[in-house]
């Protein structure tokens, strides 16, 4: 069965610390990959999304993600976080033919202290 | 653009009754998905409609769980009767393609 890894649950950084949340799936077809947020009090939203091309994709707010196919990894980074990044990240994956649905990772909480 | 927007954004509910939650997705989104987060958790798909038909609800429990999108806009999901490990946080989401909007959810507390 398809299944998204999340490696770390609870990241804490310091304001300009770098970030990299790891993420990893299990389907070895062509898939759709994402991250969403949610921050405190706010609806899931997308960060930023792979479907084909180049696999260092850029999101808002300067997030980035590199797909490693090899290696099953969607992993996503920021150069130096804010105290605004506090928030869960969710990594997602969906096989891009045949209408499989979207499959969630558990989840990141990131806090960012000031 | 208005988002998807849900109701009620909080229940409590006691073990064996019922409650309904409803959606109304994006405009013109085809694609319209119920979600269950239990804390700790990411989402859950539970149920995956294409206009008014059913994709897959092979993670729905059909003892208890039921959803419907008659006119292939609004939805309800509907809980009968409610357990304990029901609570949770209801996510309806909608797309017109890959990108999946979410709206807000429902929290239920089952007691």
């Known amino acids: 069965a398809q299944s998204v890894s999340q490696h770390n649950h609870h990241v804490i950084l310091s304001e300009a610390a770098s970030l990299e949340l790891g993420c990893n799936y299990s389907?070895?077809?062509?898939?759709?990959l994402f991250w969403y947020v949610q921050y405190p009090g706010q609806h899931l939203q997308l960060l930023l999304k792979?479907?084909?091309?180049?696999?260092l994709v850029k999101g808002i707010k300067g997030f980035e993600a590199e797909f490693i196919k090899s290696k099953f990894s969607f992993n996503l980074r920021k150069p130096s976080v804010q105290w605004s990044d506090t928030a869960e990240y969710f990594c997602?994956?969906?096989?891009?033919?045949?209408?499989?649905?979207?499959?969630f990772g558990a989840g990141t909480r990131l806090f960012v202290k000031a | 653009e208005a988002g998807v927007a849900q109701s009620p954004r909080y229940k409590i509910i006691e073990k064996r009754q019922s409650v309904a939650f409803w959606c109304n997705p994006i405009?013109?989104?085809?694609?319209l998905y119920w979600y269950q987060q239990i804390l700790g958790q990411g989402p859950k798909l539970l149920i995956q409609?294409?206009?008014?038909?059913?994709?897959?609800d092979s993670q729905l429990p059909k003892d208890r769980f039921s959803a419907e999108r008659l006119k292939g806009v609004d939805s309800t999901l509907k809980i009968q009767p409610a357990k304990l490990e029901d609570s949770a946080v209801y996510l309806c989401?909608?797309?017109?393609?890959?990108?999946?909007?979410f709206g807000p959810g429902t929290r239920l507390t089952v007691t």
């Open positions: 409609f294409q206009n008014n038909g059913v994709v897959d």
């Open positions: 989401a909608s797309s017109a393609l890959n990108e999946q909007y």
């Open positions: 997602a994956v969906k096989r891009s033919t045949g209408g499989f649905k979207t499959i």
């Open positions: 389907y070895g077809g062509t898939v759709n």
């Open positions: 792979y479907f084909s091309g180049d696999p």
């Open positions: 405009s013109g989104h085809a694609t």
